[in-house]
């Protein structure tokens, strides 16, 4: 059983890595072949995958492409030749290459994350590192890379309160293990991206000390954040804190800031009324309550387990930034004709991102409702018996693997977790923890990132990301090696 639960994995691993198929033909077959299997073994009824398949279809057109979509219609109308060479003049003031890497996709990136998440944290900083004129696939590497421990307190800590919820648990039991053990994973995150970017596991002499402050000073911001400030902060934190050194460190202060003018910044004003309307759930909880209020909650699937899905008509990342998108148009007075123009463009350059999206959903929520998920994790449990802390993180791997996030991740497996650390006599806490943490690196080879990273440049594959799974294994065995040491 555990083959045929582990076929769709390997089916996609096999066929954009080593058959290098296009991420569609890919997930197409996938689709296909999994429905075969669950008719032929009778683990769904054809009704039941139709359910099935609609609701992961549904789960991805929202809020995951209303999100790709209202980024890329953003930086379509904002960000044209001129905003471009602007873009390129400030981000490429700085002294070195690498530092105004890390300064856009580990600073502002980890901000965004943990602001928002859903993947804002992909595709904006991929788009500034583009439009300033970064090379496309070394930019994806490193985004890959950056945006991965980060993911743990993404939106606002949603990931960690999910978790809590899963296994009944107080988050200070939860907290304080993942940010400790955290804490190894993220001193290595600045090099490592670095490492991804360059696509070689080497640095230059001039920046070792630069990495070394920002290692540090993004290790401390980020922790101190978690246990003084909350789950909701630690990425926040992070990433503002490392944007302001870089900034200042690498020379990107009063020579840009003298060479743009208002009218060279006028057309951000929607990238501005963008970002606000995005805080403004998370800085003004009363009035995030209220748009909250919002939502249509309901069950497709056909089965007996089936799953109340709530889709939050406007307190959710993509609509949040169409709403900010419009709000600029109108102040800087943006014809009706030149917007249309640029949703339409953005629907026909991106469908195919958009599609591959909801195949990805339906074939996530084919497994999940099958019992393909549990049946793995549930094989590892047999399988490793005292040593499974060592597989906990590994679990948690997969988790964000088949289903894009941390939070699927930690719903699904969390219990899994708590679970054994009752019959291992472990701490329920702990085992979470790491589950947190590997789902987590599971970002870093996940097929939704390299799904949103082709919406925003060329269409990806794990042939082309090469590089970042070296890091994928090391942070895997790490988390692996610290769980198994300190379990018992």
């Not at 709403?323 to 109108?330: K, Q, S, Y």
């Not at 991102?353 to 049946?375: D, H, Q, R």
């Not at 009752?422 to 390299?450: E, R, T």
Request: charged share 10%.
């Amino acid at each position: 059983m555990i083959i045929i639960a582990l076929s769709p994995i390997i089916l996609i691993i096999l066929t954009l890595s080593i058959f290098k198929l296009k991420p569609i033909t890919s997930y197409l077959l996938t689709f296909s072949t999994l429905i075969i299997i669950l008719l032929m073994f009778s683990l769904l009824s054809p009704m039941e995958i139709i359910t099935a398949s609609y609701e992961g279809l549904l789960c991805a057109l929202w809020p995951i492409c209303i999100l790709i979509f209202s980024a890329l219609l953003l930086f379509n109308i904002a960000v044209g030749e001129k905003e471009r060479d602007l873009l390129q003049h400030y981000f490429s003031s700085g002294k070195n290459d690498e530092l105004t890497m890390l300064m856009i996709v580990l600073g502002i990136g980890s901000m965004l994350e943990g602001l928002a998440g859903f993947g804002i944290s992909t595709i904006i900083p991929l788009s500034l590192m583009i439009s300033s004129g970064h090379d496309a696939l070394k930019s994806t590497r490193a985004i890959l890379a950056a945006i991965s421990i980060p993911t743990t307190f993404g939106s606002m800590g949603i990931p960690m309160t999910s978790l809590s919820s899963a296994i009944g648990m107080p988050m200070d039991g939860i907290l304080k293990p993942t940010l400790a053990f955290g804490a190894v994973l993220i001193l290595f995150l600045p090099v490592l991206t670095v490492f991804a970017y360059n696509g070689t596991f080497a640095i230059r002499r001039t920046i070792i000390a630069d990495i070394a402050i920002i290692s540090i000073l993004y290790l401390a911001s980020y922790t101190a954040a978690g246990f003084f400030m909350g789950q909701a902060f630690p990425a926040i934190m992070g990433g503002l804190s490392i944007t302001i050194f870089i900034y200042r460190r690498n020379g990107m202060g009063k020579k840009s800031i003298r060479a743009i003018s208002f009218s060279d910044i006028r057309s951000f004003i929607p990238i501005i009324s963008s970002l606000i309307f995005l805080c403004i759930p998370s800085f003004c909880p009363p009035l995030g309550k209220m748009i909250g209020k919002a939502h249509i909650t309901a069950t497709f699937f056909s089965g007996n387990t089936p799953q109340q899905v709530t889709f939050q008509l406007i307190n959710t990342p993509g609509m949040l930034i169409l709403i900010g998108t419009l709000t600029g148009c109108i102040i800087i007075k943006k014809k009706i004709g030149e917007i249309s123009s640029a949703a339409i463009s953005t629907i026909i350059h991106n469908w195919k991102p958009m599609a591959n999206m909801c195949l990805v959903l339906a074939i996530s929520k084919l497994m999940n409702y099958s019992g393909m998920t549990a049946e793995i994790a549930n094989e590892l449990i047999g399988m490793t018996g005292r040593a499974f802390p060592f597989v906990a993180p590994f679990i948690g791997t997969i988790g964000s693997f088949i289903t894009g996030t941390n939070t699927s991740a930690n719903i699904l497996f969390g219990p899994i977790q708590a679970q054994a650390a009752i019959d291992l006599s472990v701490s329920a806490g702990f085992l979470a923890s790491f589950n947190a943490l590997g789902a987590s690196i599971g970002k870093i080879i996940c097929p939704q990132n390299l799904i949103l990273a082709s919406s925003v440049t060329e269409e990806m594959n794990y042939g082309k990301v090469k590089p970042v799974f070296p890091i994928f294994i090391f942070y895997t065995l790490l988390s692996s090696t610290l769980c198994l040491i300190f379990a018992y």
